[in-house]
Structure formats: C-alpha cells, structure tokens
C-alpha cells in the first residue's frame, strides 16, 4: 500500500479544465517535486492532495484511508494529525511566539498534555537550529527563520505526509537552498515524505522524483 494515492482527479473551474484526471502515488520517505507553467494547477492539486479542495471527480486514500469519504470533522482531524502544511508565506499567526505557532496544531488536535506538546514544539525547535528564537515573535525573525518555524509546525503532529507550495519561493538563494538541504535531512534522519510544488529548478533536481504539470495532466 502506498502511502499517498491520488486517482483520477479532475477539477474545472466553470469550463476551465484544470486537472483532467490526475494519478498519483508517493511512498513513505520520498521526496516528489511537482514543476509547470504559472497556471498549470500545481497549486489546485497540492491542495486536493491536502483535502482543503475537493475535486469534481476522483480518489485521494492517505494511509490506506479514503480521505475525501470522511466527514467535515472527522477529516478535519485527519488533515490535522496526517498532513502537515508549508505555504510559500508562511503564514504564522503574528501576536504568537514561534513556540506557540508550533504548537498550534498540537492544541488543535485535542486530547495532547499541554506539557507534551510544549516538549514536541520544543524539540523540533531545538533541531531546526532555533532553540534560542522560541519566545520570539515572526516579525523578530528572519525570513528563513520564519519558514523553518513553519517546518516545524507542520512536523509538530508527526504528520505522515508533508505538503510544501513554494516552500522558497520568498527567500534567498542561500536561504532556499538551507531549506532544501533540511527537506532531505528530515527524510534521510526520521523518513518524512514530501510532495513539493516549486518553481526552483535545484530543489526538483534533488527530488527522488519530479513531476511536471501541463495542460491538465502530469508526466514523470
Ligand atoms: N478559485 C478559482 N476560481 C477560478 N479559477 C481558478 C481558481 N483557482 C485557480 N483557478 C485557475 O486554475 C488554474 C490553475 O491555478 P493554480 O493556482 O492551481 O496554478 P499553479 O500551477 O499553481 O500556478 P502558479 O505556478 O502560478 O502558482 C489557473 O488558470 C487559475 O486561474
């Protein structure tokens, strides 16, 4: 079983056809980049892949789990517990501390000792290098700070799928290439799988695979 299954998803927007049945599978510990054109729907499938969209027609099972057969709760727990999220801004809550936006999907979750998610939050803090920015706010913070926050929100509920667009799209090269290198840390040291959308060349190179979307389909 593989651990992300897409079948044969397809989405217009009024008689745009954006995705004309898109399949795709990703095993535990890969790295897939997914590149195309501006508009070719890398974005409308990542976020059908993250069940914040739903398609016209086809199948998203995580973990064996048909995801868009699951109810508003009950799947918004799932996205929760399943899925973590990396965006391009990255959209950390600006009166919370770096901490507390870590733990945020942690408190979300319910039923989690407050203590135990503040150790998490802590410890995934210390390994991404900002054990000394916890009780700072974002805007105390660099821009690759800042995302590397958001990694470790996204990472906070061990989540078995890790869904970035754009990840670096807003930082510099050096920055984006920090980023890239912590992508296949997290995979090589604790097995993390990704699903990338991205513009940057060097991170598809990297990837176990890349993907490219065009004109409502994908090709390897
Ligand atoms: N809510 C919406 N309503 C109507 N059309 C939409 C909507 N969202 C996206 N589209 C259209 O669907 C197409 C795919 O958009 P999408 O954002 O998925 O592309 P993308 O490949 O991620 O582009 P980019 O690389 O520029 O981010 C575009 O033509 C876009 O204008």
């Not at 897409?6 to 599978?25: H, M, T």
């Not at 510990?29 to 993250?50: C, D, W």
């Not at 510099?172 to 060349?201: C, M, P, W, Y």
């Amino acid at each position: 079983m593989k651990l992300l299954q897409a079948k044969g998803i397809k989405r217009n927007y009024g008689s745009l056809q954006v995705l004309k049945g898109i399949d795709l599978e990703v095993g535990k510990g890969e790295v897939v980049a997914i590149v195309g054109p501006s508009g070719a729907g890398k974005s409308t499938f990542l976020q059908i892949l993250g069940t914040l969209d739903k398609p016209d027609s086809g199948e998203v099972w995580i973990e064996g789990v048909n995801a868009l057969g699951l109810r508003d709760k009950e799947l918004a727990r799932f996205r929760n517990e399943k899925i973590g999220f990396i965006f391009q801004f990255h959209n950390l809550l600006a009166e919370f501390t770096a901490l507390e936006n870590v733990c945020m999907p942690g408190y979300i979750q319910g039923g989690k000792k407050e203590k135990d998610i503040v150790s998490r939050g802590k410890e995934l803090l210390d390994l991404l290098g900002l054990r000394e920015r916890a009780n700072h706010l974002p805007s105390q913070l660099s821009g690759g700070e800042q995302q590397r926050v958001a990694v470790a929100r996204a990472l906070l509920n061990s989540p078995a799928i890790i869904l970035a667009d754009e990840p670096s799209g807003n930082l510099d090269s050096q920055n984006a290439l920090d980023l890239h290198k912590l992508f296949f840390k997290l995979r090589d040291d604790f097995g993390h799988t990704f699903v990338i959308v991205t513009h940057n060349e060097e991170l598809a190179e990297m990837a176990d695979r890349r993907l490219l979307m065009q004109d409502g389909s994908m090709s390897e």
